[in-house]
C-alpha cells in the first residue's frame, strides 16, 4: 500500500496584528471608549469597514457582531489567526480585541495610497502628422 503525503503550505504573506491584544494604552482616546462605551467603538469600527453599523451593533448579538468584524480586519488586511482565535479574543478579552482591532482601522486608514498612472504615448509614424491614424486601401 502506497503512502499518502499531505502537504499544507501557508501563506508566507500572512502578517501579525500592528499592535497586540494588551496595548490598550498605546490609544488611550479608543481605549476609554472601547472600556466605556463598547457598543460605540464597534459600531465606529462597522462604519469604518463599510458594515451597517446599526445591523452589526443592534441586530446580531455580542459577541457575534465583533467577531465577524474581527474575522473581516483579517481576511481583508491579511493578518494571521484563525476564526478560534478570534473567538476566544472577543470572548474572553472583548473591550482589548475592540481596541486591537479599531487601532488597527486607524493605522490602516493612516496608510499612504498609493496610485498608478498608466501613460500610453502614441508614437509618430515617419511621414505622417501626429493624431493621424493610417487606414489599409482596399
Known amino acids: 500500500m502506497a503512502a ?25 482616546n479608543t481605549c476609554i471608549l472601547g472600556w466605556c462605551c463598547p457598543c460605540c467603538l464597534l459600531c465606529q469600527n462597522a462604519g469604518a469597514l463599510g458594515e451597517n453599523a446599526c445591523c452589526v ?6 459577541p457575534w457582531g465583533q467577531m465577524l468584524l474581527r474575522v473581516k480586519i483579517r481576511t ?3 493578518i494571521q489567526g484563525s476564526v478560534m482565535n478570534d473567538c476566544l479574543s472577543v470572548a474572553f478579552c472583548g473591550p482589548c480585541a475592540l481596541c486591537q482591532e479599531a487601532r488597527e482601522i486607524k493605522m490602516f486608514q493612516m496608510q499612504p495610497t498609493t496610485t ?3 501613460v500610453i504615448s502614441q508614437q509618430p509614424v515617419a511621414g505622417q ?3 493621424v491614424v493610417s487606414q489599409p486601401a482596399y
Open 4 to 28: 499518502v503525503t499531505t502537504v499544507v503550505q501557508q501563506n508566507a504573506s500572512l502578517r501579525d496584528w500592528r499592535s497586540g491584544l494588551c496595548d490598550c494604552f498605546s490609544d488611550i
Open 129 to 131: 502628422p501626429v493624431g
Open 116 to 118: 498608478t498612472t498608466t
Open 76 to 78: 481583508m488586511w491579511g
Open 57 to 62: 451593533c443592534c441586530c446580531i448579538p455580542q
